[in-house]
């Protein structure tokens, strides 16, 4: 094989690791790594009945309180699919190619990501063992010393699922 050859191969070896490289996500920090007691981390599933392609898991961050902070969800190879973030009276979607999208409030924002009202303001109590009622939905709570969260929307229509499982 001549140097030219060699030399061509090294070049598109090259090109190919900075191609790569440029597609790479962060890496996210491992799961037992110490967070912050406002951070949690895991996997949700949502299923919004009636409408499939409303139907998702993922990972997810998320961080703040009910009054502010953001909800991070990530793909299963650790790329970030979306960023919501809230404050109070506003609400901004994030994701990757898109411009931001605002609203007005946080439940707002995530009946349009998700196709379903799910309550986040509820959701933060849920994960720390207090059943806030909210109407037409149910929360499991009996798991939640183990990580496990899963609330059921049963009324108004589309009924929903919501399932969180919580890094250790």
Do not use: I, K, Y
């Amino acid at each position: 094989m001549s140097w030219r050859s060699r030399l061509g191969q090294a070049a598109m070896a090259a090109w190919l690791a900075v191609l790569l490289a440029a597609c790479a996500s962060p890496p996210r920090a491992p799961a037992d790594a110490a967070v912050p007691a406002d951070v949690r981390t895991g996997r949700l599933a949502l299923a919004v009945e009636d409408q499939p392609s409303q139907s998702f898991s993922a990972g997810f961050e998320l961080r703040g309180r009910a009054e502010a902070g953001s909800l991070s969800l990530f793909n299963p190879l650790g790329g970030t699919v979306a960023v919501l973030r809230w404050q109070p009276g506003t609400a901004v979607l994030e994701s990757p190619g898109h411009a931001p999208r605002q609203f007005a409030s946080v439940d707002a924002m995530v009946q349009q990501a998700t196709g379903a009202p799910v309550p986040v303001t509820a959701l933060f109590d849920w994960l720390a063992g207090v059943n806030t009622p909210v109407p037409g939905w149910e929360a499991d709570l009996s798991s939640v010393a183990d990580g496990r969260l899963r609330a059921q929307r049963r009324s108004p229509p589309p009924q929903a699922d919501l399932r969180l499982v919580l890094d250790r």
